[in-house]
């Protein structure tokens, strides 16, 4: 091994795939068959880089070589970098020895578009393929697919990977069309509508015979980028829901959009990263799939927007003050889900406990409850109860006077804006 | 108040459950040999581990805790915490005094307060899966120095086993100074003796071939993944607490 020559593409192409925000390593139940290596199904976070994103994969692009010129994306055709472009043998070391170390749960592998998509998603699926029936490596494998790539080629990658994604890249066809003139969203979700439909068919027949392939185990994932085109909050989050509804997706990533490119098209080089954005997707996101909410509930015509200064749970309750207070020691789980301050875990334990005896601030307290802000939402086993009628914005005043939100001091210099 | 003095194990502590309900002691104060101070006015006991005991212990408590009910009230003395015996033995108490099974009795203390422990070794336990660093040496043993806040070893041991089946391996706990060996087939435990020289965290004189560039490459896409214009360090520090940093290949 030319050990300059990989380290200087390793360099290019980690730096380059560095913007895919996807990190999921479970999901899976790949396990380790004839004394192979490896095993997938866990989900570990190995290490985080500085700036708090975990790592979990070897996330590399095969070649930053790239037809297309996305103004969003390093790797366009017109932008003037260094090139480089690994080979199939190239990866397949660099996995199993990061793996064998212990440094990684697998391989994240994207990659430019180099002459066409069926040519480079080849290339992704002789790797994958490579690395399971050469190596016998179990670990985890998420191929991102080609836009264009052939049905056929998608049904191989299926196979090999535990999951697979498209990105959207942009939130709406608007977008994608002013930002990315090359590519096609339509190229985009026939893939994901063949996948989606191969999955289900694959799991029906491994309902019937044991033996049949694992189909990509993980399902599917995909990507948009947020803050580089003007789409609100609420067409963010009704794209979302409609591919969790019609696709069966696993994940939406949000990715704030990092300026690296001058164009007129896009936010200036100095825009900030809308991070606190970003993270009231996420949450509102979780909302939508763990915590029974419809998406309406969080974002409409009336709330376009997610609140910056206070998480969208809070927010929804401040917004449904007549659906407060509720008695903890009786309300449906459905119901204590949407009590801000009261996560999942919390909810499922005060659930089971409160079987056995009524539950007090107290007891509340130590199963995890924030009570700074669910104190205002609840009544439990005491007669103090927190909300003297207290408004909606009255409430919102005291809990943001309490918490010491990493994002607080973000905010301030927003409001003072008006 | 009795005082019982125990040796430690978990047999001991299923011992001293049974002279306690044997004798009929209610108010009782739990220590480990060597740990506690004595007080006056309190009864003391001298509890001499009898296997017979705490095996009908045990058997009793299977009775009325579900097998992973049994396991948290193992894993929670397994953790080895300071002082905390008085709660293991709270908990035990509240299984055999009351009729249904109290595992989910999150606003009881006992059962808190276990569930908080099992929370901890658990937390432990996943770290070490994630940051334990392999590094090859000659003799194609794949090595890692860890030094864990719990004693959560032998928690590992089935996770390590089902990933890296064909490698030969070893995670050493240098705080305690016992590892445990995966030879491609079993596991055993090992203790090992390290020179002022070469301690236990240090293999760089028998690396194979390959290793330092591995390690090298590793450094470079570590730094190559960052995004300097999101640097946020005390999300960093949160994920990685400092005391690990030793042992990370990437943070050395």
Known sequence: ?418 | MTRLIYDGTFEGLLTAIFEIYDRRLTVVNLQKDGTGSSALFEDELQIITDDARANRVLKGLKTRLSANGVQRVYIAHFAGMEHEENNIAGYIRYAFDTQQNIEDDYGNKYVQRISQIVQMMRREKHRMEAFVRFQKLQDDTYYAAVEPDFNVLPLLIRHFKNRYADQKWMIYDVKRNYGIYYDLHDTEFVAMEFSASAPAGNAIAVFSEHEETYQHLWKNYFRSVNIASRKNTKLHLRHIPKRYWKHLTEKI
């Not at chain 1, 050469?134 to 049904?155: Q, T, W």
């Not at chain 1, 606190?276 to 974002?299: C, K, P, T």
């Not at chain 1, 207290?390 to 973000?410: D, P, V």
Request: charged share 25%; proline share 3%; hydrophobic share 40%.
């Open chain 1, 1 to 418: 091994m030319n050990v300059d020559r990989v380290t200087e593409k390793l360099n290019i192409l980690a730096d380059a795939a560095k913007y895919d925000v996807s990190c999921a390593s479970s999901g899976s139940k790949r396990k380790n068959e004839n004394k192979g290596l490896g095993n997938a199904s866990n989900g570990i976070c190995h290490s985080y880089t500085e700036d708090g994103r975990c790592v979990s994969l070897l996330k590399i692009l095969l070649t930053n070589h790239c037809i297309f010129d996305c103004a969003y994306c390093v790797s366009r055709k017109s932008n003037d970098i260094k090139r480089a472009a690994f080979t199939v043998q190239e990866v397949v070391d660099l996995t199993i020895n990061f793996y064998r170390r212990n440094y990684i749960e697998g391989l994240f592998l994207s990659s430019g578009i180099f002459k066409d998509a069926d040519y480079t998603m080849e290339r992704l699926v002789t790797i994958a393929k490579k690395l399971r029936t050469e190596n016998n490596f179990n670990g985890y494998i998420h191929l991102k697919s080609i836009p264009g790539a052939s049905d056929e080629l998608m049904r191989e990658a299926g196979l090999y990977a535990d999951r697979l994604s498209v990105n959207l890249e942009m939130p709406t066809e608007a977008g994608l069309k002013l930002l990315a003139p090359d590519k096609n969203r339509q190229d985009m979700i026939d893939p994901m509508a063949f996948l989606n439909k191969e999955i289900i068919q694959r799991k029906e027949e491994k309902k019937l015979f044991k033996k049949a392939p694992m189909f990509a185990p993980a399902g599917q994932s995909t990507q948009v980028i947020i803050g580089a085109t003007p789409e609100n909050d609420q067409q963010i989050l009704h794209t979302a829901n409609h591919f969790y509804k019609n696709f069966n997706l696993k994940r939406v990533y949000y990715s704030g959009y990092v300026p690296v490119l001058a164009d007129k098209r896009l936010p200036g080089l100095n825009t900030a990263v809308p991070m606190v954005r970003e993270n009231r997707l996420y949450q509102a996101d979780w909302l939508m799939r763990f915590y029974g909410f419809n998406v309406n509930e969080i974002v409409n015509s009336q709330q376009p927007l997610l609140d910056l200064d206070i998480d969208p749970k809070l927010g929804w309750a401040i917004r449904n003050m007549q659906a407060f207070p509720i008695d903890i020691n009786k309300a449906d789980l459905h119901m204590i889900l949407r009590v801000p301050g009261i996560g999942l875990h919390s909810a499922q334990k005060i659930v089971s406990a409160r079987k056995f005896a009524f539950l007090n601030w107290d007891q509340l307290k130590k199963i995890g409850v924030a009570l700074n802000r669910a104190k205002y939402f609840i009544t439990c086993k005491s007669g103090d109860y927190e909300k003297r009628d207290l408004t909606g914005t009255k409430i919102k005043q005291f809990i943001l006077a309490e918490s010491q939100s990493k994002y607080l001091k973000n905010v301030q210099s927003q409001l003072n804006l008006f």
